[in-house]
């Protein structure tokens, strides 16, 4: 029994119908979502996104044509930052990145996908890592601080 | 005090940041459409709705423990979804995402003989739908999600003051209205 008599809600729920029917939440998409606590921070301090040159307001118009520039993102924790540079060579990433303040490191990639890779950051701070596809990554930094503190993990971000 | 019959959402955020799973599960029950949803109002194709919902989850996850405003939860992923959409409109242009047939796969269903009057109507939605306005595609998207969103959710997910939904909604409503399509069909 509807008590919806105004037109309007009529046709809004027509239209919810509809897409209920043709653009459900994917069940992967569900599942995936579901699987997601999985990846809670136990160990690690966050390294929130500070920056992704992926959301600055460019205008177009400067870019086009040229090379696109690499887009650039910063995490940071307080204590650690961390750059990386998002190389795009489809259907791979390259990862290039500096951990600040610069001390050698280990930091793994972890991916919803694949299995983590890991990398060595150098005495500079500075690693390299290739990824087999784009998705959602973060980083997890293991031993920059030199003391054997906990592990920085980044937000997650796509790419 | 009031026993709630059903967990309040910042008992199931404060359940889930303890890993319990099922609280954990509620919660993506309760707004799977609504992440859906906003990536694509934002007319990301479905493999890039996929991956905003991914990372718009995950970005929760990460932050089970600082959502400062539980009952604000769904204008938090909204406007998480959101950002998540520019960027993937950013760095990978729309070209994926353009047209009737990219926005909307096709019902693969070809069956029941008593099925042909919804999909004749769900043809004629879809071509109708296609002709009004992207803004008007976006917002239309929202308001027909499966679980009825807040103005507070839909403001999020569009970066569109709460106080311009209600007339935008009858304008667009009045926009798929008068399209052919629609002209002939008793909806509404």
């Known amino acids: 029994m509807s008590e919806d008599l105004d037109p309007d809600e009529l046709l809004i729920a027509e239209l919810r119908a509809f897409f209920t029917e043709v653009d459900p939440v994917p069940p992967l998409v569900s599942e995936t979502a579901k699987a997601s606590l999985g990846w809670r921070r136990l160990d690690a301090d966050l390294a929130e996104l500070l920056s992704d040159s992926a959301l600055d307001e460019e205008p177009l118009a400067l870019t086009r044509g040229a090379e696109a520039p690499a887009r650039s993102v910063t995490f940071s924790s307080g204590e650690l930052t961390i750059d990386i540079e998002v190389h795009v060579d489809d259907p791979g990433r390259t990862l290039l990145g500096q951990l600040s303040p610069s001390a050698p490191a280990t930091v793994e990639v972890q991916m919803m996908a694949d299995e983590s890779l890991a990398a060595e950051a150098d005495r500079l701070g500075r690693f390299r890592v290739r990824l087999p596809a784009g998705g959602p990554i973060r980083l997890r930094v293991l031993g920059a601080d030199g003391r054997g503190g906990p592990p920085v993990e980044t937000s997650w971000i796509t790419v | ?188």
């Open chain 2, 1 to 188: 005090m009031i026993i709630a019959t059903t967990p309040s959402l910042e008992a199931l955020i404060r359940a889930a940041d303890d890993g319990d799973e099922a609280a954990w599960e509620a919660i993506v029950d309760r707004f799977a459409g609504l992440v859906w949803a906003t990536a694509r109002a934002h007319r990301l194709g479905p493999a890039d709705a996929a991956d905003v919902a991914q990372t718009t989850w995950l970005r929760l996850v990460e932050n089970l423990d600082r959502i400062k405003d539980p009952e604000r939860l769904g204008a938090w992923l909204a406007t998480t979804a959101r950002r998540e959409c520019l960027r993937h409109i950013r760095l990978q242009g729309r070209e994926f995402a353009t047209g009737e047939d990219s926005v909307f796969e096709a019902p693969s269903e070809d069956r029941a003989e008593e099925r042909l009057i919804t999909r004749e109507r769900n043809t004629a939605l879809r071509r109708a739908f296609a002709r009004i306005s992207e803004r008007c595609q976006a917002l239309l998207r929202l308001l027909a999600a499966p679980e009825s969103l807040s103005y507070d959710e839909i403001a999020s997910a569009l970066a569109m003051p709460v106080g311009a939904i209600g007339p935008t909604r009858s304008r667009c409503l009045d926009q798929l209205r008068r399209t052919p399509e629609l002209v002939g069909l008793q909806i509404g």
